[in-house]
C-alpha cells in the first residue's frame, strides 16, 4: 500500500498564475482533506471532499477551490496566486465511517513557492 | 473544536522518557484527544488517540486526566529520530467536525544524545 500520494513534489509559479495540486488516497480511504503549511506554523483546514462534494470549509478566499474524482483522488486549485499561498500543501485520507476515533494519514505535502 | 496548550519545546536525552503535556479544559464530552507528530519538512504522523481512558500502542502512550481537561503524551525510550513537532489536536471524530483536524503551534520535541 502506497499510502497516500501527492504530485508534484515541488512547484514554483509566479503571482497571478493559476496552480493544481493533485492527492491520491489511501486504499480504502473515501475521504480527503487540504491543509495549508506556512513556514513556522501548524497545518491550517483548507476544505475536505467526500463523495464528490465539498463538505467542509476552513477559513479560505474563494480562489482555493478542490475537486474529487470517482476513485476518491483530488485536486487542489488555487488560482490568482499571491505570494502569502507560498506554502506546503498537505493532503490527508481518512476511511469510511464517522463513529469513534480514527487515525487520518497524511501525505508528503507539495511544497508550493510563489514569485 | 476545544482549544489546547502546550509548551513551546522541551528537550529530553535520548533512551529517557519523554512527557509532553497539553492543556484541554473545555473539552466536551464527545471529543477526543489526538496526538500527530511532524518530522522536519515531511507530513504529519498519527501517534495515538483517546476518549477517557489511558492507551497504549507501538509508539507511544496517552495519559488522560479523570476530568479530561488535560492529557500527557509518553514516549517510553526516547530516540534522535522522536525529534519533532508534536501537536496536541481536540476534535469530534464524527459529527460535524467530519474529523477536521485544528493544529495548533504544537512543542518542539528535541531529544539529545
Known amino acids: 500500500d502506497a499510502g497516500v500520494t501527492q504530485s508534484p513534489t515541488h512547484l514554483i509559479k509566479t503571482r497571478g498564475q493559476q496552480v493544481t495540486l493533485r492527492c491520491s488516497p489511501k486504499s480504502g480511504h473515501d475521504t480527503v482533506s487540504w491543509y495549508q503549511q506556512a513556514l513556522g506554523q501548524g497545518p491550517q483546514f483548507i476544505f475536505q471532499y467526500y463523495e464528490e462534494e465539498e463538505r467542509q470549509r476552513g477559513n479560505f478566499p474563494d480562489r482555493f477551490s478542490g475537486h474529487q474524482f470517482p476513485n476518491y483522488s483530488s485536486e487542489l486549485n488555487v488560482n490568482a496566486l499571491l505570494l502569502g499561498d507560498s506554502a506546503l500543501y498537505l493532503c490527508?485520507?481518512?476511511?469510511?465511517?464517522?463513529?469513534?476515533?480514527?487515525?487520518?494519514?497524511f501525505g508528503p505535502g507539495t511544497r508550493l513557492t510563489v514569485l | 473544536d476545544a482549544k489546547t496548550t502546550q509548551p513551546p519545546s522541551m528537550d529530553c536525552a535520548e533512551g529517557r522518557a519523554a512527557n509532553l503535556p497539553c492543556n484541554h479544559s473545555?473539552?466536551?464530552?464527545?471529543?477526543?484527544v489526538y496526538w500527530y507528530r511532524q518530522i522536519h519538512s515531511q507530513g504529519p504522523q498519527y501517534i495515538i488517540h483517546?476518549?477517557?481512558n489511558n492507551e497504549t500502542n507501538e509508539m507511544a502512550s496517552l495519559i488522560i486526566t479523570e476530568d479530561r481537561k488535560s492529557s500527557t503524551l509518553i514516549l517510553p525510550h526516547a530516540t534522535l529520530r522522536d525529534t519533532a513537532v508534536y501537536y496536541c489536536?481536540?476534535?469530534?471524530?464524527?459529527?460535524?467536525?467530519?474529523?477536521?483536524?485544528?493544529f495548533g503551534q504544537g512543542t518542539i520535541l528535541t531529544v539529545h544524545p
Open positions: 489536536i481536540v476534535t469530534n471524530a464524527g459529527g460535524t467536525s467530519y474529523g477536521k483536524l485544528t
Open positions: 490527508a485520507s481518512k476511511p469510511p465511517g464517522l463513529a469513534g476515533g480514527y487515525e487520518q494519514f
Open positions: 483517546g476518549l477517557k
Open positions: 473545555t473539552i466536551s464530552g464527545n471529543e477526543y
